[in-house]
């Protein structure tokens, strides 16, 4: 059964130039979280989904960044203009509410690294 | 002050060690607790959750303290497989159901042979 799945695993990309992360959530699953990881602030929670509806976004840092969930199987996470201070890892996570597996538990994707120039 | 505070460390500990790692969290009103593990360049995943009667799991043991809102994992006989860092993991304040998770910076263990 396929986990969580995230492209680009890789991204460089020259500061101002629209960078677009991708995350496909484990079938079923209907929670979908998009954090960023940096060794400054750890591990942050930028907005999350519950059956494709934006709950929380607070932690989205600005205007530049903005995320969609079209469908129960996809969701993207653009920053536009990216600047040099967005380079981090960023993980897509997703749960079930119902099912097996510890209540709450979240699966986490491989990450995006992105580097912003 | 952070909703969930950890000692960053590095631990380095010898093999056959056993390391204890704790956390504190803000939000008396937070339900559920968990520790997740990652390893380096990796995703974290989930190593346990932590009951309010205190749980073990192997050689891991987690431990919960709501009157102090302290969190303790506790490693006996550490291999060099259980170097990463571990996140002490809390659920939001308000977030009811929807499992919204407020993590820790995390602290590192490092096992040495």
């Known amino acids: 059964d396929a986990g969580v799945i995230q492209s680009p695993r890789h991204e460089v990309t020259e500061m101002g130039q629209e960078v677009t992360l991708r995350c496909k959530p484990i079938s079923g699953h209907d929670y979908l979280f998009w954090y960023r990881q940096t060794m400054m602030r750890g591990l942050e929670l930028l907005i999350y989904?519950?059956?494709?509806?934006?709950?929380?976004d607070s932690g989205m840092p600005e205007d530049r960044f903005s995320a969609k969930m079209p469908n129960a199987s996809f969701s993207t996470l653009k920053i536009q203009p990216s600047e040099p201070r967005d380079s981090a890892v960023y993980f897509c996570?997703?749960?079930?509410?119902?099912?097996?597996?510890?209540?709450?538990?979240?699966?986490f994707g491989p990450g995006t690294r992105l580097t912003v120039t | 002050r952070k909703e969930v505070e950890q000692d960053p460390g590095p631990f380095n500990v010898p093999e056959g060690a056993t390391v204890a790692f704790n956390c504190t969290y803000s939000?008396?009103?937070?339900?559920?607790f968990f520790w997740y593990r990652q390893d380096c360049r990796k995703e974290p995943k989930l190593l346990m959750s932590v009951y309010s009667s205190g749980n073990e799991d192997g050689r891991f043991t987690a431990q919960l303290n709501r009157a102090s809102q302290y969190i303790s994992l506790l490693i006996r006989d550490s291999k060099l497989s259980d170097s990463a860092t571990y996140l002490c993991v809390v659920n939001g304040a308000g977030s009811g159901n929807t499992g919204k998770l407020i993590f820790g910076q995390g602290t590192t263990l490092q096992v040495k042979p």
């Open positions: 939000n008396s009103a937070s339900q559920s």
């Open positions: 996570a997703s749960r079930s509410t119902i099912g097996q597996g510890e209540k709450y538990e979240q699966y």
């Open positions: 989904f519950n059956n494709n509806v934006p709950i929380d």
